[in-house]
């Protein structure tokens, strides 16, 4: 039956518009104009895109299946202490389906694209937020437990979710309704000012993870003496920040494509790298996590602050709401007209 499909034809860089091209990857483009059923099966060939799309695809049922775990084995009705849990792995299954959406249906037009993305960022900035409430209800050392940094940090958190959605989705096509309209889509910063969208992009994600992890940094590379949290944890943490470390670095120098540009199309360049570890690392984080929820439990059941709805769904569901409100705002410039002669899809090859 599969030799009876025709499987989408695959580009180089120079047949396909500056929206789609990527750093220093020559060959295996798609269609810019594809229908949805050629963006399914160009999962089924080899694409630049296709394992972008596979390595957030499977390990998005890995962590379904840890959420569901949780659902089923613990009484997270009445239990108000695993409710941070919830969220952060409710965003774990987000952001790798969000991601491999975005890259399986980004080729159906440049405004897909743009909006494909919108999401992916959203996703990742939920991510960013789920993190941050289970450090707060699990990770924070003894010594910062009650207080003032402790007591604002979900707030500030959420604040930092928010910038980190709409500084990204900024950096596609700058603001809505100002620097971009139905017929121009390519105006700033991705095509005049490439090099500035993706500054603005890291910073949108670095500074989020920053300012999360910094309980943690001090509880595993600063702390000493009394109010440290020293345990068995502390050494599955140092995993996970390096490969968030390495994550970061493969995102924002190309390598190693950079150095060998049209090698590594297919197989091996920075993005598919970035997934996996990305990936790794939230395993990592997943089982440090759970770690110090577990061993942690009685300690911070009688000194933390009590773990209530609004410091944990309630500021999730708000962030869903704000990030959905951002993207919204983002996309409609986007989808008020069709797409005319002068859509950059159409009009450059």
Same mark, same amino acid.
């Given at each position: ?127 960013? &937020? %789920?993190?941050?409430?289970?450090? =707060? +209800?699990?990770?924070? *050392?003894?010594?910062?437990? $009650? ?48 090099? &500035? %969208?993706?500054?603005?992009?890291? =910073? +949108?994600?670095?500074? *989020?993870?920053?300012?999360? $992890? ?55 360049? =920075? ?79």
């Amino acid at each position: 039956m599969l030799s009876l499909i025709k499987l989408p034809r695959v580009f180089n860089v120079h047949q396909v518009p500056k929206a789609f091209q990527e750093d220093s990857i020559i060959s295996g483009y798609r269609h810019p104009r594809s229908s949805a059923t050629d963006c399914v099966l160009s999962l089924f060939q080899l694409t630049n895109e296709t394992l972008n799309v596979w390595t957030h695809f499977l390990p998005t049922w890995y962590f379904l299946w840890k959420l569901l775990t949780v659902v089923c084995m613990q009484d997270v009705w009445n239990d108000a202490y695993t409710w941070p849990l919830l969220v952060y792995l409710l965003s774990c299954c987000v952001y790798p389906l969000a991601s491999s959406c975005a890259h399986t249906f980004s080729t159906m037009s440049t405004r897909a694209r743009h909006i494909c993305f919108f999401f992916d960022y959203g996703a990742l900035s939920f991510y960013s &937020l %789920g993190s941050a409430i289970t450090y =707060s +209800a699990y990770v924070m *050392p003894d010594g910062w437990v $009650n207080s003032t940094f402790h007591k604002y940090y979900i707030s500030i958190a959420v604040f930092n979710t928010i910038i980190c959605t709409a500084m990204a989705c900024y950096s596609r096509l700058g603001l809505p309704f100002l620097h971009y309209n139905h017929d121009i889509t390519e105006r700033f910063p991705e095509s005049q000012r490439p090099k &500035l %969208g993706k500054v603005l992009r890291i =910073s +949108a994600f670095t500074y *989020p993870y920053l300012f999360d $992890n910094i309980p943690l940094f001090y509880r595993i590379f600063l702390c000493a003496g009394e109010g440290c949290t020293v345990n068995e944890v502390n050494s599955v943490h140092v995993y996970h920040t390096l490969l968030a470390f390495l994550t970061g670095f493969l995102f924002a120098t190309h390598l190693p494509e950079r150095l060998a540009p049209g090698r590594f199309d297919y197989i091996g360049h =920075s993005h598919q790298l970035f997934h996996v570890c990305g990936v790794i690392g939230t395993h990592f984080q997943m089982q440090a996590i759970e770690m110090d929820m577990s061993l942690r439990r009685a300690w911070l059941q009688d000194h933390a602050p009590p773990v209530t709805f609004s410091n944990t769904l309630g500021a999730a569901l708000l962030c869903i709401f704000i990030s959905l409100g951002i993207i919204f705002l983002f996309s409609r410039p986007l989808l008020r007209h069709p797409a005319s002669s002068r859509d950059p899809c159409t009009a450059r090859k």
